[in-house]
């Protein structure tokens, strides 16, 4: 219900933005003109306001796998090879609603191989295209793969659904477009292993089956300063491969417990040199 005035507001003189901004407005701190002395009002202005790219992680299959006759395999070196392409298939109801409703143009993701042995963050590509409905739920002879292996099928294609249609569209999907391979391989392994505060509360490690997910500018920052770095997880396999050589050679005790001192030092000064990255990248706040 509204709530009625007795004086219009005239117009208005903006004296500054307040800190309360979004990325589709300004809320602006006004003075009432017929106001009595001293007392000012607050009006939201559409203004556009660009506070930066947002971030996201996207999900991918690197392997080939058939599913309803469709080869549901995308990896990163298959968008290097397109350059941009539609992110289709996304039958999750929160994956859909934030492509259609969060992601904008410019914006980023890390582009993430699932469902195989190693899962992991292998690059990264932008938002080219804003959310828009995604045709292949309402199209039944949808195929862009072998057509002999979906006349073999006695499904429907991987991403139909009888529920969406043009008029009423169900489902969404964005444009990605490739920016870059990460420079190495950064595992879902490492990720829960490293146990940054930054990243505890990524929603990668808290609801893993989500196929499309919100990245917070921490959580990206974080994962930049860990890309420069060499992997937690393999310095931890190579320190475990030197053990075990030190433990089956006569008379090398004494070498294996200096040889765990300094493994146990050299990752105690590495999760030291992460820190102070990630500190540094946010001004001195871990």
């Given amino acids: 219900m509204g709530v009625k005035r007795k004086r219009p507001i005239q ?19 006004v003075v009432n003109s017929n106001a ?4 000012e009002a607050t009006k939201f202005t559409p203004v556009s306001l660009d506070l930066g790219p947002r971030y996201f992680l996207m999900k991918a299959e690197p392997e080939s796998r058939i599913e309803k006759g469709k080869d549901v395999k995308f990896s990163i070196d298959d968008l290097r090879k397109v350059d941009v392409e539609p992110w289709d298939g996304v039958r999750n109801a929160e994956a859909s609603k934030t492509m259609r409703e969060r992601m904008k ?23 080219h295209k804003e959310g828009y409905a995604d045709s292949s739920a309402w199209d039944p002879d949808h195929r862009n793969i072998n057509q002999a292996i979906l006349l073999l099928s006695t499904n429907a294609p991987a991403y139909y659904d009888s529920k969406s249609d043009q008029a009423k569209p169900k489902w969404y999907r964005v444009d990605v477009k490739y920016v870059r391979h990460m420079t190495r391989f ?27 997910q919100r990245v917070s500018p921490a959580e990206w920052d974080c994962i930049l300063e860990l890309e420069k770095m060499p992997s937690a997880v393999s310095n931890a396999k190579k320190a475990s491969g030197r053990k075990k050589i030190a433990k089956s050679a006569d008379g090398e005790q004494h070498d294996t ?18 820190m102070a990255a990630i500190r540094d990248s946010h001004g001195g706040d871990a």
């Fill in 105 to 127: 143009k410019d914006d980023y993701a890390f582009f993430y191989h699932s469902n195989t042995k190693e899962p992991g963050i292998a690059g990264i590509a932008s938002i």
């Fill in 186 to 212: 950064i595992t879902l392994r490492e990720l829960k292993e490293s146990q940054l505060p930054a990243l505890q509360n990524m929603q990668l490690l808290k609801r893993p089956q989500l196929s499309v």
């Fill in 257 to 274: 417990e200096l040889t765990t001192k300094n493994d146990s030092s050299a990752s105690h000064d590495m999760d030291q040199e992460v």
């Fill in 36 to 39: 009595p002395a001293g007392i």
């Fill in 11 to 29: 117009e208005a003189s903006i004296q500054e933005p307040s800190r309360r901004s979004t990325r589709r407005g300004v809320a602006l701190k």
